[in-house]
């Protein structure tokens, strides 16, 4: 056990997917800060995690892939592995969208599946899945992602309702964020100055920015939210600036 501020607080299990990079690397970063145990899930294994760090190398898109059970409470799940594929909808082919669905859909659902024993285990757990601020808003050539992304939402609603109300479900839905997922968007000083007007708030998403989100949702300052869907988004989905 670890001492915080306000007393002792056991230490808690987080699995990540995607904990290699990006968002799920940040957040991997901060849980083991914390004092927490983290498995992590990816493709590759990275060195540079200090702390109470197990590694599962697995390809979360490939659908014959099992994870390994394993033994113990899981206090929560995060599910940050995702895809940018832009295209106009003329030239998307059927297997562009099942793609998007195997990473950011059924990705997700084997994850949960996997270690939902774990999580009952678990006198509070919570589950973070993510979406994009172009599923609630429309954006040109995201047909693909939105869909995929949308499907996410509706698993996200239906798990909350039936997991309640022992296991937490909520989503986070961010703008464009500066991560190697999104470095061909942010290529040039003139393409990341262009997004970052995009935003009411002037700037491009950080990996920190939508890591802290998913810390919160996992914690025990967020107990009484389920359900939702959390935009981190700079401002897109909800300010217009004349």
């Known amino acids: 056990m670890f001492i915080k501020e306000k007393g002792i607080q056991m230490q808690k299990h987080y699995i990540v997917a ?3 990079s990006g968002i799920g690397a ?3 970063h901060k849980l083991l800060s914390a004092g927490h145990k983290v498995t992590g899930i990816s493709r590759r294994e990275v060195s540079g995690f200090s702390g109470d760090y197990t590694h599962i190398q697995a390809d979360l898109a490939d659908l014959t892939t099992t994870l390994p059970k394993i033994e113990g409470v899981v206090d929560g ?3 940050a592995p995702g895809s940018i594929t832009l295209k106009p909808f003329r030239s998307l082919s059927l297997n562009d969208f099942q793609n998007e669905l195997n990473i950011n859909l059924f990705g997700a659902i084997k994850t949960i599946q996997t270690f939902l024993p774990n ?5 509070q757990a919570s589950i ?3 979406s994009t601020v172009a599923v609630s808003i429309g954006m040109p050539y995201h047909a693909s992602i939105a869909s995929a992304k949308g499907a996410v939402e509706g698993l996200t609603r239906s798990l909350a309702a039936e997991l309640a109300p022992k296991i937490r479900v909520n989503a986070i839905a961010p703008s464009l964020t500066d991560t190697p997922l999104a470095a061909k968007l942010l290529s040039t000083q003139e393409k990341a100055e262009a997004s970052a007007k995009r935003h009411p708030l002037g700037r491009v998403g950080t990996a920190g920015d939508i890591a802290s989100a998913a810390e919160f949702l996992l914690g025990e300052n967020s107990t009484w939210i389920t359900g939702q869907i959390i935009p981190v988004d700079g401002g897109m989905s909800s300010v217009k600036l004349m």
């Open 18 to 20: 995607g904990s290699s």
């Open 26 to 28: 940040e957040l991997t």
């Open 128 to 130: 973070v899945l993510f």
């Open 119 to 123: 999580l009952k285990l678990s006198e």
């Open 77 to 79: 799940v995060v599910y």
